[in-house]
């Protein structure tokens, strides 16, 4: 049995006053099979059958050319011209559609739940951290899809940085057991870190505890300190944690 994940993120323009800024071309198509063997000569194979470089190719090749056709600068960006805009929202067709080639993903797949809950589990007892307050962090990180990639880099299920990585000596982010273990272990050490408080916890795993020190967090009640990102994190965890 096996299952085709893909993961696709595009985030490209903001606009402002009739010209856009372009802030971020992230493009990202992750496609991993996971073939599992069943039976003892029964070998099942991943249709991924579409060219991911010939769809690559598609996204560049429309991004140069609205780019082309914009090329006065302005301390704030390029202007904005009716052709570029219109190219722009050709991209993100092209985008759309490469993803549609490839195969359908089965987010409901068994295996790869059962794998899920039961890493949840044994990295619940391994660190003594409440399996809820795991699925609730996995559910806001990444929605609980394990081939999940950030614009800043951040991989997997608990969104592991690569510095995460190498500290807790993850070597492949993506996978699951992997990926939940280090995940498990960071927030715990969090944590512990800040006397046993969840929220500290949460606030250190998402805003950073050099950056909590530096802007005088000390408690909870200091949240407002802190990027508007964590201040949304921390509630939307505990909500999902507290049921």
């Known amino acids: 049995m096996e299952s085709c994940f893909i993961s696709v993120t595009l985030k490209f323009i903001k606009f402002r006053k009739g010209r856009f800024i372009l802030n971020e071309i992230s493009s990202l198509i992750n496609i991993l099979a996971l073939t599992q063997l069943s039976g003892s000569n029964t070998t099942n194979q991943c249709n991924c059958t579409y060219n991911s470089s010939s769809g690559f190719d598609m996204i560049m090749m429309t991004l140069l050319k609205a780019l082309s056709q914009n090329n006065q600068q302005t301390s704030n960006g390029y202007n904005l011209s009716s052709n570029s805009e219109n190219l722009f929202d050709e991209l993100g067709s092209v985008v759309n559609n490469t993803a549609s080639r490839f195969i359908d993903v089965d987010t409901k797949d068994k295996s790869v739940k059962s794998r899920i809950e039961n890493a949840i589990e044994q990295a ?111 509630p939307k965890v505990m909500k999902y944690y507290r049921g």
Do not use: W
């Not at 007892?125 to 307050?133: A, I």
């Not at 982010?173 to 500290?200: C, L, V, W």
């Open 124 to 234: 619940s007892k391994k660190y003594n951290v409440d399996s809820n307050l795991i699925k609730a962090i996995i559910k806001v990180e990444s929605d609980f899809n394990p081939n999940t990639v950030s614009s800043a880099g951040a991989k997997g299920l608990m969104q592991l940085m690569p510095e995460n990585c190498r500290d807790l000596g993850v070597t492949d982010p993506f996978n699951i057991e992997q990926n939940i273990d280090a995940g498990t272990r960071h927030i715990k050490e969090y944590i512990d870190m800040f006397g046993g408080s969840i929220e500290m916890g949460l606030m250190a795993y998402n805003g950073g505890p050099g950056r909590m020190k530096s802007r005088g967090v000390e408690s909870i009640s200091d949240l407002y300190k802190m990027p508007k990102e964590t201040q949304n994190y921390i």
